[in-house]
């Protein structure tokens, strides 16, 4: 699991204006004017943002001088995916654990009752 | 959005609920004190939490409201991962609240909650983000129409942390 890597996916997506512009971009790409409009923002603010999102791998960003459409990048929100599978993982296999021993517990128990008795 | 995803995987139930929780719950053929011991003593932790082939070692385990807890998972390749965090509600044996801090993962809320049926336990854990971070549902507001695929599963991720 790429740490570093989800670290920066999450803290990306942790604040709203970068989600909702995310959000902009998954119906296709935008330049930067176009991602400014919805907000009350300067644009050296949502350069900001940009720089963040592409930085986390979130946007690719066109080569182009004047005209640099910001587009999607999935992969790092796979990651995120994967992530969250794996905690999930984690605890079904966390209680598989739990349940098998409970069982051992209380087996131990019993035969400690008849070791008494 | 009610339910976002459910899946059984063995005896567990995973929900991934609107309200951005993952809800996971499984019966446990043990009394509730037991399973309440299990969860909250840290010779009887350490047997259990984490995957398999991991190691648990407790290091803090001071279940009283304020309290700290940490816990560190040895890897089969050596690595060692820390978790660690808060006790915000405990009433045994059968409600416990925590936070749950994972390297710089957004923090997570865990609410764990046991009920007794016919001798047998049904914990419930509700897990849910502790801070503002990922908590706004503005993502999944704006994903109505074109949205990719990977996009609508992270919208349905991200109501869950």
């Given at each position: 699991?790429?740490?570093?890597r989800l670290s920066a996916t999450f803290a990306a997506l942790?604040?709203?204006?970068r989600?909702?512009?995310?959000?902009?971009?998954?119906?296709?790409?935008?330049?930067?004017?176009?991602?400014?409009?919805?907000?009350?923002?300067?644009?050296?603010?949502?350069?900001?943002?940009?720089k963040v999102l592409e930085r986390a791998g979130l946007i690719?960003?066109?080569?182009?001088?004047?005209?640099?459409?910001?587009?999607?990048q999935?992969?790092p929100?796979?990651?995120?995916?994967?992530?969250?599978?794996?905690?999930?993982?984690?605890?079904?296999?966390?209680?598989?654990?739990?349940?098998?021993?409970?069982?051992?517990?209380?087996?131990?128990?019993?035969?400690?009752?008849?070791?008494?008795? | 959005?009610?339910?976002?995803?459910?899946?059984?995987?063995?005896?567990?139930?995973?929900?991934?609920?609107?309200?951005?929780?993952?809800?996971?719950?499984?019966?446990?053929?043990?009394?509730?004190?037991?399973?309440?011991?299990?969860?909250?003593?840290?010779?009887?932790?350490?047997?259990?939490?984490?995957?398999?082939?991991?190691?648990?070692?407790?290091?803090?385990?001071?279940?009283?409201?304020?309290?700290?807890?940490?816990?560190?998972?040895?890897?089969?390749?050596?690595?060692?991962?820390?978790?660690?965090?808060?006790?915000?509600?405990?009433?045994?044996?059968?409600?416990?609240?925590?936070?749950?801090?994972?390297?710089?993962?957004?923090?997570?809320?865990?609410?764990?909650?046991?009920?007794?049926?016919?001798?047998?336990?049904?914990?419930?854990?509700?897990?849910?983000?502790?801070?503002?971070?990922?908590?706004?549902?503005?993502?999944?507001?704006?994903?109505?129409?074109?949205?990719?695929?990977?996009?609508?599963?992270?919208?349905?991720?991200?109501?869950?942390?």
């Amino acid at each position: 699991m790429p740490i570093d890597r989800l670290s920066a996916t999450f803290a990306a997506l942790a604040d709203p204006t970068r989600r909702a512009i995310l959000a902009r971009l998954s119906r296709g790409e935008a330049t930067v004017t176009e991602l400014a409009q919805p907000f009350d923002m300067s644009m050296p603010a949502i350069s900001k943002h940009l720089k963040v999102l592409e930085r986390a791998g979130l946007i690719e960003r066109g080569r182009e001088a004047q005209w640099r459409p910001c587009r999607l990048q999935a992969e790092p929100l796979r990651e995120v995916d994967d992530w969250m599978e794996q905690y999930r993982s984690f605890w079904e296999e966390s209680f598989d654990r739990l349940d098998e021993y409970l069982r051992q517990l209380q087996r131990r128990e019993k035969s400690d009752d008849h070791g008494s008795e | 959005m009610t339910t976002a995803a459910s899946s059984t995987a063995h005896d567990t139930t995973v929900t991934l609920a609107g309200d951005r929780e993952i809800v996971m719950s499984r019966t446990f053929a043990a009394p509730r004190e037991l399973v309440w011991r299990a969860v909250t003593q840290p010779e009887h932790f350490a047997r259990w939490w984490g995957p398999r082939g991991f190691t648990c070692v407790v290091t803090a385990m001071d279940v009283r409201p304020g309290g700290r807890w940490a816990a560190d998972q040895t890897a089969p390749d050596g690595g060692v991962y820390r978790f660690w965090g808060e006790y915000l509600e405990v009433a045994p044996p059968e409600r416990i609240v925590h936070t749950q801090h994972f390297l710089d993962f957004p923090p997570l809320h865990v609410t764990i909650t046991l009920n007794e049926r016919d001798g047998a336990t049904l914990l419930t854990s509700v897990t849910r983000a502790d801070s503002a971070q990922g908590r706004d549902a503005l993502l999944a507001s704006g994903m109505e129409g074109g949205a990719r695929q990977s996009y609508d599963r992270l919208a349905e991720l991200l109501e869950t942390m």
